[in-house]
């Protein structure tokens, strides 16, 4: 088992830059995929970015292309999304998620955050 603690979030204006940072602890951090999700007030959670275990795949949401970054530090069980430019659209709570499974994208992860407010305002 994995517990993740997201943290990083903020109030910011539109333009501006935050990195999440995702803490792991439990099991060895690099025996799983990671993910970043979000959920907006009102709207379903939707998938936002995904990392390999090694780091070596990535994965992003067309919203977010060009602009998020993943990434991760297995020697620091942390995983991180550089997130730039923001929009007010990206205005959400942001939620880490883990998956030991062997395919990579995952479809369902396992273990999740508590999540961490991220605000853009106009």
């Known amino acids: 088992q994995v517990q993740l603690v997201e943290s990083g979030g903020g109030l910011v204006q539109a333009g501006a830059s935050l990195r999440l940072s995702c803490a792991a602890s439990?099991?060895?951090?690099?025996?799983?995929?990671m993910g970043w999700f979000r959920q907006a007030p009102g709207k379903e959670r939707e998938f936002v970015a995904a990392?390999?275990?090694?780091?070596?795949?990535?994965a992003y949401a067309d919203s977010v292309k060009g602009r998020f970054t993943i990434s991760r530090a297995n020697a620091k069980n942390t995983v991180y999304l550089q997130m730039n430019s923001l929009k007010p659209e990206d205005t959400a709570v942001y939620y880490c998620?883990?998956?030991?499974?062997?395919?990579?994208?995952?479809?369902?992860?396992?273990?999740w955050g508590q999540g961490t407010q991220v605000t853009v305002s106009s």
């Open positions: 990392i390999s275990k090694s780091g070596g795949g990535t």
């Open positions: 998620a883990a998956d030991p499974s062997a395919g990579f994208p995952v479809r369902l992860y396992d273990y």
């Open positions: 439990g099991r060895t951090f690099s025996s799983y995929h």
